[in-house]
Structures are given as structure tokens and as C-alpha cells.
């Protein structure tokens, strides 16, 4: 039977979404919802893993799953193509989780980059770091598998966590026959999908650095998060100093969002982007046009976006059953790979009776 091409993608419902997922990874999902050459999509919401680090405060994310959803949403995500599912309401990832466990050890786990960088970030080396989090990789496993994904997009950073998945489905395999379907890496096609930095200009966009401009933020906070806080070139004293574009936060937004049409609507000076940084190269181009424009920009991307959004609002049961129909569906994907398991494993004891004739003959053995 020829394989099929599934994806799988998702994130932890923590917190409502933004700029830099969207840029980074949403865009990319809807494009490939819509290019036709996937049999299956899944989305899943994460809620499970979130609780690793987030177990003293459930609500979070309880709360932030309907955030989520609204999100995916509004940017196109098309639940007739794509099926959006809750992490927790498929049990046979928990199942698969523990098996695959029996596969890696410790210090496999420990020597895992991302796993190290994600336990530095939440300042876990001091506080302690639950067990939970700790096989974060193995839990990702279980989601990769459980779906039959062969395609899963990651960026550069997440491409330890894909590989620590290979290794767990080769070993099975290895030992228990094929089953398991080896995923491989979709790494994003350019460097602006890969990493958009926060307003300020650090490296990523975080809540706790309010360096975020979410999809669903109104204009006042867009003109307030651009114009107050994000960084230019600090040796651009004065609008007759060259500047530099290269890290200057503005441009970096304006590679990952603008086209021609924008300029010839709000811009019509310049017939494109790259006439605009020669500008401002050689001097003579001021810090407020270039946030005036990156501010339309940013408008004519999220005002979209903002009214898809503001209809699901108005519709929040409907959001319910989406959420409940794809999580049903995926349930039936995921019982069928943990039955796959446990045959190969030849621990399904109660699908048929043959292991009857198994213990027969053993005690038959042991008696003679």
C-alpha cells in the first residue's frame, strides 16, 4: 500500500499567538493546507506537554486552548482540511509515551540541545526540573508516531527533538519489526519564516518580555508596541546619518512582510524594499517613516486576520466542536497505532486468544 503524506505540527496552548508565529510557522501551515499534496493534516494543541512546566496553574491553559484555536482560525486554517485536536483527549499518546520511554535513557535525554536551552530558559536548573519535562522528547515522539506523520515542520531548533524521534522509531522497529513510520524534518524554506525577534530585538518573542505583537492586538497597541519599543540602529542619530539595515528590527519585520504593492500604496517614493534600505543606507531617510510604513504593514496583514477572528468570537460553540470533532477523529488515528504497538510488542493479550495456546504449551513445556 503506497504511503500516505501526513503532517503534523502544533503548539502549546500557553498563551495567544503572534507575530513570529505566524511568520515562523502559521503562514507556512495554511500554504501547505492548501497546496493539495497532503492526504492528511493534524494540528495538535499541546495541552499535555504545556502542563509540564505549567502544572501549578491549569487554568492557564485550559484558557488558552479557545486563544489557540482562534487563532489558527483566523489566519486560514481550514478545519475541513486540517484537523485540529487536543493532546489530552487522545490517551493512546499516553500509552505510546511510556513504551517509548523503555527506549532511551537518561543520558540520552540529557545530552538533548534543546532540551538543555529549554531547561537554562525556565531557570529549572535551580528550582528543579519535573519528570514531565524532562521526557518532553519521548512525549513528542509519541505525537509524531501516533499519527503516522513522515513530514513534520520544525525549525532549525526543534531539529534535535525530530531526531531524538528517528532514533526512538528505529530502535522499535529494530527490535520489534517495522511498524513505526520514520518522520523526516520540513525546515522552513527562508531565514525570515525561520526566527522573527521580538520588538525589542532580542531573539525570540515572549509574553514575559512583552516584546510580542499578537494577531489579535487592536492597532492602538500595534502603533504603541512599534513606535515605543522597537529598535532601529542606535548609530541612526539623525535622519542625514547613514544607517544600517542589517539587524535593525524595523527592516527585519519589513523583509518578513512587505511586498512591492505596499509601497506603491503607502509608500509610493520607493518602488520596492530594497530601494527604501539604499535610502536609508546613504542617509537622508528618517526612523519615523520607516515605522510609519512597517505600521501599515503590519495592518494590512493583522487587520484581516483580526475581523476572521472577531466572528469565531461571536461563535464560540461552533469553535467547541470543531475542537471536539477533530480530537474524535484523531483519537480513531492514535488507537489504531497504539493496537499497531502492542501487536508488534505481543502484548495485546485480549485481541484474540491465542495467547491460550501460548501458556498451554508453556506449561506443557516446564511439566515434561
Partial sequence: MEEKNIILTGDRPTGRLHLGHYVGSLNRRVQLQNSGKYDEIYILIADDQALTDNADNPRKIRDNIVNVVLDYLSVGIDPAKTTICVQSGLPALHALTFYYMNLVTTARLSRNPTVKSEIQMRGFAEEGLPTGFFIYPVSQAADITAFNANVVPVGEDQLPMLEQAREIVEKFNRIYGET?????????????????????????????????????????????????????????????????????????????????????????????????????????????????????????????????????????????????????????????????????????????????????????????
Fill in 180 to 368: 513505526l513510520v520514520l518522520p523526516t524534518a520540513m525546515i522552513p524554506e527562508n531565514e525570515m519564516q525561520r526566527r522573527l525577534p521580538g520588538v525589542d530585538g532580542k531573539a525570540k518573542m515572549s509574553k514575559s518580555l512583552g516584546n510580542c505583537i499578537y494577531l489579535s492586538d487592536d492597532s492602538k497597541t500595534i502603533k504603541k508596541q512599534v513606535n515605543g519599543k522597537m529598535y532601529t540602529d542606535p548609530t541612526h542619530l539623525q535622519i542625514s546619518d547613514p544607517g544600517h539595515t542589517e539587524g535593525n528590527v524595523v527592516f527585519t519585520y519589513l523583509d518578513a512582510l512587505c511586498n512591492d504593492d505596499l509601497f506603491a500604496e503607502y509608500l509610493p517614493e520607493y518602488a520596492n524594499l530594497e530601494e527604501m534600505k539604499e535610502h536609508y543606507r546613504r542617509g537622508g531617510l528618517g526612523d519615523g517613516t520607516c515605522k510609519k510604513f512597517l505600521i501599515n504593514v503590519l495592518e494590512e496583514t493583522l487587520s484581516p486576520i483580526r475581523a476572521n477572528r472577531a466572528k469565531w468570537e461571536a461563535d464560540i460553540d461552533s469553535v467547541y466542536d470543531i475542537i471536539k470533532t477533530g480530537t474524535q477523529k484523531a483519537e480513531e488515528t492514535t488507537n489504531e497505532t497504539l493496537a499497531k504497538v502492542r501487536k508488534a510488542m505481543k502484548i495485546n493479550y485480549f485481541d484474540d486468544r491465542s495467547i491460550v495456546n501460548e501458556w498451554n504449551e508453556l506449561l506443557k513445556q516446564a511439566r515434561q
